[in-house]
């Protein structure tokens, strides 16, 4: 199983919208509504912010939003604030009880 | 609240075999749920080592699957990774997390890391 496909990075001012895309497969993201995103800020543990494509767990801002359009999930962060600043990862069920997770996007809050 | 807390040696030799322990607080693991690995080289991804069911049922990444072994202790709260035959490669920090509780659920709770040097 391969990666799945993030930009290295994307930026915004405050207050302003970034999305990041995640591009899988047809064996991964096109055919599982199962698509998390987590953010990781330097030293820290990721923390779970969007699970199956669209839902935001207890307590996560409803400045994060997430889509999906064939093999490509989308996370779009709204309202950028500078504590968003962090690592951003996607991730997708893929079959046999496994995980793919993508390559990662570095978001700067400019 | 559900906490997880790896711990294990930080430094293992080469060829040598790695083995990580996570203690779980907050829930039984017995109860329910998956509980699994995840590891992040040094500036780089996340990467799936895999996941255990409160029942003892194993399921790994096919790129490791040859040499990982995850295991439960209920008795203690606990579950643990095997990795055999280590190279620098396997240089990472590993994570243990609540890993879903269902076949398609995502990893929820997570530990703080333990960092994994291999040594030569």
């Known amino acids: 199983q391969s990666a799945l496909t993030q930009p290295p990075s994307a930026s915004g001012s405050p207050g302003q919208s970034v999305t990041i895309s995640c591009t899988g497969t047809s064996s991964d993201v096109g055919v599982y509504n199962y698509v998390s995103w987590y953010q990781q800020h330097p030293g820290k543990a990721p923390k779970l912010m969007i699970y199956?494509?669209?839902k935001r767990p207890s307590g996560v801002p409803d400045r994060f939003s997430g889509s999906k359009s064939g093999n490509t999930a989308s996370l779009t962060v709204s309202g950028l604030q500078a504590e968003d600043e962090a690592d951003y990862y996607c991730s997708s069920y893929a079959g046999n009880n496994n995980y793919v997770f993508g390559t990662g996007t570095k978001v700067t809050v400019l | 609240q559900v906490q997880l807390q790896e711990s294990g040696p930080g430094l293992v030799k080469s060829s040598e075999t790695l083995s990580l322990t996570c203690t779980v607080s907050g829930y039984s693991i017995s109860s329910g749920y998956y509980w699994g690995w995840i590891r992040q080289p040094p500036g780089k991804g996340l990467e799936w080592i895999g996941r255990?069911?409160?029942?003892?049922?194993?399921f790994y990444n096919p790129s490791l699957k040859s040499r990982v072994t995850i295991s439960l202790d209920t008795s203690k709260n606990q579950f643990s990774l095997r990795l055999t035959s280590v190279t620098a490669a396997d240089t990472a920090v590993y994570y243990c997390a609540r890993a879903g509780s269902s076949t398609s659920s995502p990893p929820d709770y997570w530990g703080q890391g333990t960092l994994v040097t291999v040594s030569s």
């Open positions: 255990i069911y409160h029942s003892g049922s194993t």
């Open positions: 199956e494509v669209s």
